[in-house]
């Protein structure tokens, strides 16, 4: 029988196992998530094809980060459309969503070892994202040296990791992750890539486009599961899935990107909802 998620969530336990077996799946995100060597973090070896037999949860609590990469408690203001004009600001901009590819490649390999009592085709699918996501630091990380930077040149913030691994069922990883903050960057993704194209700067816009563009699947991979396990999308449901304090509030645009949402499997009445809840929240 397909494994079915406990609706009612349940005190997340963080557990102590010890590292995967080597040559696995498993030890390939566990090793991804933990180190601190930057040519790791930046650019892993593929990850093989053999999973763990029997593996058990490994929930991490934090990733490893390199020496250079300075993290703060609060973000920095983001840069303001009309500074984009200057390539320092531009840099800034987008070293902060390269570390938001980062810790999404982080947080789908969390959720592979956390949750290995889902059925096999949800955990390579998370794996699939998660080599996604890799690709997508990579094309930031272009940019940043096309610009004149690098990675580290900026300080970061984990906000997702201060989020993501509180969620206690793949309901909820599905529900934040894929439904929320995925399915935010859509219509954060055609801001920003208007706000480069009025500073000229057609290159980087273009990665931004192509990045909300590859993440129209990962939000159509996380509705089609949580269609799975909770049956058909109602906004109600979805909301109670967010982690205390989180509110729909920080996981949208205004407006929506209406068509980019319908081509992901969410309904005009979840929309409806979306796009109604006040513009105040966590």
């Known amino acids: 029988m397909e494994w079915a998620p406990a609706m009612s969530a349940q005190p997340v336990r963080t557990t102590r196992a010890s590292a995967p077996p080597e040559g696995t799946v498993e030890a390939w995100a566990w090793d991804y998530i933990l180190s601190r ?19 058990p949860a490994r929930r991490l609590v934090r990733p490893g980060r390199p020496a250079d990469w300075v993290l ?4 920095t ?5 009309g500074a984009l004009v200057r390539a320092s600001a531009r840099a800034q901009l987008l070293h902060g969503f390269h570390h938001h590819e980062v810790q999404a490649a982080e947080l789908f390999c969390w ?37 004149g930077s690098h990675v580290g040149a900026f300080p970061v913030r984990d906000w997702f990791w201060e989020r993501v691994p509180s969620v206690p069922t793949p309901l909820g990883f599905v529900a934040l992750m ?25 290159q980087a816009a273009a990665v931004v486009d192509q990045v909300a563009q590859d993440e129209e699947a990962h939000v159509r991979f996380a509705v089609r599961w949580f269609r799975r396990w909770a049956g058909p999308l109602q906004f109600e449901l979805w909301r109670q899935e967010l982690p205390p304090p989180l509110t729909p509030t920080p996981l949208r645009g205004l407006p929506l990107a209406r068509a980019a949402r319908l081509r992901t499997g969410q309904p005009a009445e979840f929309l409806d909802s979306l796009e109604a809840w006040p513009a105040s929240g966590s």
Do not use: C
Request: charged share 30%; proline share 9%.
């Open 37 to 55: 060597d930057s040519r790791t973090k930046l650019n892993p070896v593929p990850p093989p094809t053999r999973w763990e037999s029997q593996a």
């Open 111 to 147: 959720a592979l070892l956390a949750f290995v009592d889902t059925p096999l085709r949800f955990r390579r699918g998370l794996l699939a994202i998660a080599v996604q996501e890799i690709e997508h630091a990579r094309l930031y990380r272009e940019q940043l040296e096309r610009l």
């Open 72 to 75: 703060i408690p609060r973000a």
């Open 77 to 81: 203001r983001t840069p303001k459309p």
């Open 178 to 202: 894929g439904m929320g903050l995925e399915a935010g960057n859509l219509e954060h993704g055609q801001t920003f890539a208007r706000h480069l194209r009025n500073a000229d700067d057609e």
